[in-house]
């Protein structure tokens, strides 16, 4: 099955590169060119195979969504040239990712259901059940880790240890409300409900800018509207797109990304299965068809199209 696994370009004017653990990213000054490649990470491990058209889903939803929320916060995108890459500014990133929640679901309910009533300094009420709306949207931050796992961190550690300053950080909680407001909206359009995200944000010239992808099914959680009050009611599981799918089916073979934990067979069918939940969530969410582009030839088109547009 063909999928794009890793680039290994070297552009004239290139001043570095970072392979993340889905996105290989180019420098080229205060610019950089990312390739949203299939790879495919879940509990921040890159599992061994890639996920056909993957990244294709990734980098066009990203686009859609940083369009239509560029009146709340600039965001880094000069262009889209192909369906994989995007150029954009370099900007320096801050070291939390924001995740905000409007519902008890993923790591939330599985800290929940670990007896925690404390998620990152914000305190949950007693009696919800796994994927219950919560009575407002909490902001539940991370570390961004260079390697290995990101960490649950408060408000108040964030600025006391300075990994943000307080003025900025106040920044980016007004920033991250207002991009799940409107993702919220945009999703209820399409008869979802955004579940929970997270946005990444840097400086570029002094200016906060939103970073990275947003409101994707790698960044967030989704379910559908219709029938989740009926499903909640009777206890039943919700049907969403997301890659908590992906988390799941780790979790039933015994991985959770543990040291010593073997990642399960990926066989064909589940790399194939993958893939259509990827693409049914782009129809879903953009209510187009999805046009799969191909690998033909697929790494030198995305070099050509990087080279015309980033200078």
Known sequence: MEAIKETNFSFAGQTGFYKGKVRDVYYFGDKLAMIATDRISAFDVVLPRAIPYKGQVLNQIASLNLKATADIVPNWVLSTPD??????????PFKVEMVIRGYLAGHAWREY??????????????????????????????????????????????IASGLVSEEDYLN????????????????????????????????????????????????????????????????????????????????????????????????????????????????VFTGQPFVKEGYENVLSRIEQHIIENIF
């Open 83 to 92: 369906p994989n890459a995007t150029i954009g500014y370099r900007c320096e």
């Open 172 to 283: 980016l909680e007004r920033y991250t409300r207002a991009l799940y407001a409107r993702g919220t909206a945009l999703a209820a359009e399409r008869g979802l409900l955004l579940v929970d995200t997270k946005y990444e944000f840097g400086k570029y010239n002094g200016q906060i800018y939103l970073i990275d992808e947003i409101h994707t099914p790698d960044s967030s959680r989704y379910f559908y509207s219709q029938g989740y009050a009926e499903r909640q009611a009777q206890g039943e599981p919700q049907r969403q797109l997301s890659k908590e799918f992906v988390r799941q089916w780790l979790i039933g073979n015994g991985f959770q990304g543990q040291h010593g934990q073997a990642v399960p067979e990926m066989t064909d069918e589940v790399v194939r299965g993958i893939s259509d939940r990827y693409i049914e969530l782009f129809e």
């Open 113 to 158: 259901q670990a007896g925690k009533r404390l998620l990152c300094g914000v305190a949950l009420p007693e009696g919800l059940r796994e994927n219950d709306q919560l009575p407002e949207p909490i902001i539940t931050p991370t570390t961004k880790a260079d390697e290995g796992h990101d960490e649950d961190i408060s408000r108040k550690e964030i």
